[in-house]
């Protein structure tokens, strides 16, 4: 949901760019995600492995990872990550949107040691 705040409000972009110290990235990076969701290094490692080629959300199709116009060779911690438009389209559409949102405030957070 962090990758796709943005898509949903602008104002997250600024936010973005704030996190990162630099109004020039406005999207989330895998090392902002990283600081923000993950209390510890396995963690961090546990998402990140997710996020690596062969990964299941890249080869899932659940995020693209993009590297910034002026970087020509950043780390995977610089990365940003963006939400397909496919996949965004989907999510936000009314029916899906409305059910998620209306379940939002029942269902239990899992735990970070749960299958993602």
């Not at 995600?33 to 396995?42: K, T, Y």
């Not at 546990?46 to 002026?70: K, V």
Request: proline fraction near 5%; charged fraction near 25%; hydrophobic fraction near 40%.
């Amino acid at each position: 949901m962090l990758a796709l705040a943005p898509e949903i409000d602008t104002s997250y972009e600024t936010l973005y760019a704030y996190l990162h110290d630099d109004v020039t990235r406005k999207r989330l990076s895998v090392g902002l995600l990283l600081d923000v969701i993950c209390r510890n290094l396995s963690e961090a490692l546990h998402i990140r492995r997710l996020m690596q080629p062969g990964g299941r959300l890249l080869t899932n199709r659940l995020i693209e990872l993009h590297d910034d116009a002026g970087d020509r060779s950043p780390s995977m911690l610089r990365r940003c990550i963006k939400v397909p438009d496919a996949v965004t389209s989907y999510l936000l559409s009314p029916s899906v949107a409305r059910n998620w949102f209306r379940g939002a405030h029942r269902d239990e957070p899992r735990h970070m040691g749960s299958r993602v």
